[in-house]
């Protein structure tokens, strides 16, 4: 999955407006317009498609974080220069405050239950010999989840 991707169904999921979602990448330090976000929207094949970097994807979601949660004195969230599928799962568990039963029923609800055991997986540290690389397919029905919850 693209960060586009993602974006795209975090927007329809919490039904955010340009307006909104230039106010998420503000909360994580990021300054942009809307000719950037409707850019980021965009699919590939369409005509004034902008690709969202890996570093302002994780503003996004660090924004997205403060959104959900509220800023936390004296921490200042470092946005990563590199995701991969493992660190958009764990910062969306954190902002939207998910525990691992939570998380179990969203992939339940979509269609792909998973043990407790095989998520904990996804957020150990990779030099940990039970880490696992989450997979597109992980990601996608996390977030179809996520969907079918949080869509008003």
Same mark, same amino acid.
């Given at each position: ?39 980021? @929207?965009?699919?590939? =094949?369409?005509? %004034? !498609? ?7 994807? +994780?503003? #996004? ?42 998380? @179990?029923?969203?992939? =339940?609800?979509? %269609? !792909? ?7 904990? +997986?996804? #957020? ?29």
């Amino acid at each position: 999955m693209t960060n586009n991707d993602i974006l795209r169904r975090l927007r329809f999921s919490f039904d955010y407006n340009d307006n909104k979602m230039i106010e998420i990448f503000a909360l994580g330090d990021c300054i942009t317009n809307r000719t950037n976000i409707l850019g980021w @929207l965009k699919k590939e =094949e369409t005509e %004034g !498609y902008i690709r969202l970097s890996d570093y302002d994807f +994780a503003k #996004f979601l660090n924004g997205f974080t403060v959104l959900h949660r509220g800023k936390q004195d004296g921490k200042e969230h470092v946005a990563e220069k590199i995701l991969n599928n493992n660190i958009i799962f764990r910062k969306l568990r954190i902002a939207l405050n998910l525990k691992d039963d939570d998380i @179990l029923q969203l992939l =339940e609800n979509a %269609g !792909y239950p998973i043990s407790k055991h095989e998520l904990s +997986a996804f #957020f150990r540290k990779p030099e940990n010999s039970k880490y696992r690389e989450c997979k597109d397919q992980i990601l996608r029905y996390f977030l179809i989840g996520i969907e079918k919850k949080y869509k008003v």
